[in-house]
Structure formats: C-alpha cells, structure tokens
C-alpha cells in the first residue's frame, strides 16, 4: 500500500466533516474483507488488520485456536504446528500469525476503494439522520436548489430535503437561489439514506414563525390556542394571555405592526388574523370576525 494512503483517509476525513477514526475503521473493514474473500475464512473474530499509522501500510494476521485435532483449518491449528511460531504455546490458546500476502496493499488499495466510499456514505448519511430526527416540527432556514417533479428540492446546510406538491403554496413560486424558511415535516431512514420532508403549507410553519417572531410567545407568557391556515392566502390565529396586563393581540401585532409583518413578508403577502381566545364558545365565535 502506498505511503501516502493514510494521508489521503486524513484528508478525506476532514473534508467530509467525519471523525478520522471513522474512516479508518472503514478502511479496515474493508481489507479484512477484501484478505477473507481470498483466503476463504467466514468468520470475522479470526481476522486482524493492523494498519501503521505512519507509512498507511496494512498487516494481515490471522487467528488460530490451539487444539489437538484440527477439525477446521481454517481457524484451528494443531501443537505441533502451532510451537513452531511460539514454543511456549499451550492447547487451547490462541496463536495469531501473520499472513499478510505478497502484494497485497497494492490489490486491496484498488479492491477497498469503492467498499471505503461506500461507508463514508453510509457514515455521511447517519450524521444527517441524526442531526435532524430530533429537529422535526422545527423551522428551518433553506435554498431552493431545482425541482424535482412536482416537488422541490431544497438545501438544508450539507443536506437536502424534499418539499412535496402537497406541501407546497400554490400562490408561491419557487426558484433556484431563493432563501426561504420551511417547516420540518419528518427525517426517516431509508435505503437510499436519510429522507428529509419539509413544507411550506404546514400550520406549524405559522406557529414557529411567531415563537421566532414574538417573544412573548416564545416564553409562554402569550400562547397560540388554535391556528386555521389556508396556506397562501389567510390565516386565523387565536391567542391569549398567561399574564394579567398583557395584550396578547398586541404582542403578536408589535410596535407598529413590525412583528406581524414580518411574518407576512416571509409567508410572501399571506393576510393573517389574530383573535383573542375566549374559554367560552360563545365569546370565541364573537371573537372571530376580528382581525
């Protein structure tokens, strides 16, 4: 194996973003599987790949169980055969020697390569995963990137995530470029990695944007009770106050209107209605035709 090769896993790895040791460890893998394919050995606990942190060069050693009869030879050898590397050596323990074949960091460089990709993908798309499962309900800033169909793709920092035509305000438009915010639907795992949804309809976008946008909501000294949303075109939003001597209506609205504008800019000219609730129907209803 070239001298250079542990460099290079040193470079991808900071590229990538992942922890050196992750991409070694790949690395490993992949020799082993590469040294038990030729050598015809099933199981992985006698197989050891030492990899020399300074030259990138990879050892081979192999584990064999000290026995009286050899049944599997593969994994087994006998005393006799075994005191000849260590003579010392008892039934029953276990002998590792070296078996590394003549030209075989050459062959598994080229034969590793693809395997090493493929677990800094898998390794890629677990940090995506992770770094989003406990993200969903939240708003996120993104880009338009291209659309996919009827659905848009959108970037998420180093992700991307799929906006469908349902999730979608048919008054928007959508393009390449465009900064907006969008609400994390769902992050699942699947075959072909993480599978980010976000929208851009979801009334959970309207309630985060006035957690973001009001303070007073955001430490629960005014609370949102219900929200009615046609994307793109109204919005109903129904708050009162946890605090006596607070205006709930007049938080939400701010100085001016700043606050509630703001959201609206965002929501590209959605008009929106904010109504004091009332616990009783009666005062509710009254309450609606309000804006």
Not at 44 to 56: F, L, Q, Y
Request: hydrophobic share 40%; aromatic share 4%; proline share 5%.
């Amino acid at each position: 194996m070239k001298s250079d090769f542990y460099t290079a896993i040193a470079q991808i790895a900071a590229e990538r973003g992942i922890p050196k040791e992750a991409v070694i460890s790949s690395v490993e893998h992949a020799l082993k599987t590469v040294y038990k394919k030729e050598a015809g050995i099933q199981e992985d606990e006698n197989v050891e790949v030492r990899m020399d942190p300074a030259t990138g060069g990879a050892r081979i050693f192999v584990h064999r169980h000290v026995v009286d009869e050899v049944s599997d030879p593969v994994t087994q050898i006998t005393l006799a055969d075994a005191r000849r590397e260590r003579p010392t050596i008892k039934i029953g323990e276990v002998l590792i020697v070296e078996r590394t074949p003549k030209g075989f960091g050459r062959i598994a460089a080229q034969t590793a390569k693809q395997v090493v990709l493929q677990k800094i993908r898998d390794y890629e798309r677990e940090m995506v995963y992770n770094e989003y499962q406990d993200r969903v309900g939240e708003v996120l800033n993104g880009i338009v990137q291209r659309a996919a169909g009827k659905a848009v793709v959108v970037e998420l920092g180093r992700s991307e995530a799929v906006m469908p035509a349902r999730a979608k305000v048919r008054s928007e438009r959508y393009r390449p470029g465009q900064r907006l915010k969008v609400y994390l639907v769902d992050a699942s795992k699947e075959q072909r990695g993480p599978q980010l949804v976000v929208s851009r309809a979801h009334p959970g976008l309207l309630k985060r944007l006035f957690e973001l946008e009001v303070p007073e909501i955001f430490s629960g000294v005014v609370e949102i009770m219900a929200i009615a949303r046609e994307p793109g075109t109204r919005s109903k939003v129904a708050v009162v106050a946890r605090q006596d001597n607070v205006d709930p209506v007049g938080s939400c609205v701010g100085i001016r209107g700043v606050r509630i504008q703001n959201i609206v800019n965002e929501l590209q000219g959605e008009k929106i209605d904010i109504i004091e609730w009332a616990p009783d129907q009666a005062g509710f209803v009254a309450n609606r035709p309000s804006p």
